[in-house]
């Protein structure tokens, strides 16, 4: 991989987008190479993911615009097909996925944020949607996640005026999670990452199709896939330890994703 550097510590995986001189903003190359990398994960042995950029002044600054500048009408929508069905193998990714915004995060860096799981953020994250400041719309599903995550109004406001926001702002519309000074803000990943490695992994899996696939369909059928998802973790040994170990009144001995 010349973009992508992947590391493993226990069961969290950590995947950072490295093209630090373009602010690691997404080409070709670099989409192929973040979907090669999640495609490589080890499922059986890792349990949660951290995403994050390069240095300290961009997680991905947006799509190359080099790129997109001469792209006739089927190029350009045959690039945003390719970003979009990434990002979408990331939101539909079987364990969780963790966004370290670590600065700039605007258009398709933006969009790859939400499509995972959690974010948080350095103090100096800026976030956006500068699109219609091109002349294009949002094409990696900008306009389809900030709506869903934001508000429908919020989500307008941000993507109709091209304005960028403060790590503050994004806290408090609800874009992310929580925001650190940007010496802590790995730490305090790998810290969540492994809050959420440690707990049972078929589990945390099941919840993660729970809440994404019913999300999707009304309230009825959302409870139907609920209870079958409550279901299937009745047959794993880790809800059998799980459960022994409370009833025992000890401390689980190991969770072993069985």
Known sequence: M???????????????????????????????????????????????????????????????????STCTKAEGEAFGKKGNDIFRKIETFPIPVIAAVNGFALGGGCEIAMSCD?????????????EVGLGITPGFGGTQRLPRIVGVGMAKQIIYSAKNIKADEALRIGLVN???????????????????????????????????????VDMDKAIVIEEKLFGDCFETEDQKEGMKAFLEKRKVEKFVNK
């Open 118 to 130: 959690i974010r948080i953020c350095s103090e100096n994250a800026i976030f956006g949607q500068p």
């Open 178 to 216: 929580a925001v650190y000074p940007q010496a802590e803000l790995m730490a305090q990943a790998e810290k969540l990452a492994t809050a959420i490695a440690s707990a049972a992994p078929i589990a945390v899996r099941n919840c993660k199709k729970a809440i994404n696939e019913g999300l999707q």
């Open 2 to 68: 010349e973009f992508i550097k992947y590391e493993e510590k226990g069961m969290i995986g950590i995947i950072t987008i490295s093209r630090e001189k373009a602010l690691n903003a997404l080409n070709s190359q670099v989409l192929d190479e973040i979907e090669k990398t999640f495609d490589s994960v080890d499922l059986n042995n890792i349990r949660c993911l951290i995403l994050t950029g390069a240095g300290e002044k961009s997680f991905v600054a947006g799509a190359d615009i080099s790129q997109m």
